[in-house]
């Protein structure tokens, strides 16, 4: 029996209050596609049937380099994040799994998976940590950890990612996420192949060490913390890394870890066309690495780059199955709504991208007829779906309003009685 923590009453009259509209808006979408001969019923079930992993650290109130403003109620550590992800789960039948980061995520595995067993949630890809100290680590990752030059560091951080995979065996994770901050922020002070050697080498041991059925998913991201220079810098050096670990590894691809403006969709098609696409972080950026809502700045981008994973999806890609994650900092908002209403766009994308006419778009590409190719796309994007995500969560037993109904149950002021208040002033991004 799963651990619900909103009342399915409060639901249930949240719901009640809105399912007549919900039909009636439902029909009214369902008789529009049918003209064009999509089935509702179809597509409901295909969004019903897609899930996007929430990260353990979002559900804390994020920050910036210059400070944290925590709200009330804020999760004390592992567990309470659990249940603030089987809220958002509960509510949006949306996000059955969680990603975890070690060392801040770090408790017993059996206490772990009986947590999440017992709140209905499983776990997804596994996240190290070798971009800051741990209190009791022997050596700093102040200049680097996986391609550091101290063959002792790069042990040390060897190790703390086989230790990640021990812990996901024991959760029931089948993947590895790497991200390293690794880089320069001077000309001069790295040697770019020398420090890429190093890093190709310590992957490989963390490959080796990567059970069979398991994927290795390697992040890149242009700047941050270093200034300079990144290890792993761009989709093309993650290829490469990908292509010389092996086929187990795959490349990751957060969204706003990419220079402005770079087409993004057109990253994912290559990585597709080479079987290398691992998965996503999804959220969205104005100027950087802002870890923004998924869909806030641009949904348009995030509809684009679901139109290359339908259309990878209907080209009956082998092995194609990227990861689909959540990786956002919450800093102005209640972290469990921004997460409900991410994983909200993230299916609007989805729904949005199944709605293409891909025979006619074959069709006008081949025609060189720009105008119509393009139209078919905005069509799609511009069909409002949200009664097909409202209808897909009523049918699983989520709430038609995710947002509204958990505003209805006051969780959060409930959860602050027992969480102690946290005070503000640090920086830090998570
Ligand atoms: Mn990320």
Redesign the pocket.
Known sequence: MTDLKISGDIIASDNDRRAAALKSDYEALGAKLARSGIDIGAITAKVADFFVAVPSWGVGTGGTRFARFPGPGEPRHIFDKLEDCSVIQQLTRATPTVSLHIPWDKADPKALKAHGDALGLGFDAMNSNTFSDAPDQARSYKYGSLSHVDAATRRQAVEHNLECIEIGKAIGSKALTV?IGDGSNFPGQSHFTRAFERYLDAMGEIYQALPQDWRLFS?HKMYEPAFYSTVVQDWGTNYLIAQTLGEKAFCLV?LGHHAPNTNIEMIVARLIQFGKLGGF?FNDSKYGDDDLDAGSVDPYRLFLVFNELVDAEYRGIKGFHPAHMI?QSHNVTDPIESLMASANEIRRAYAQALLVDRAALDGYQDENDALMATETLKRAFRTDVEPILAEARRQKGGAIDPVSAYRASGYRAQVGKSRPPVKGGSGGIV
Do not use: G, I, V
């Open positions: 991200w992040e957060d972080h990786d």
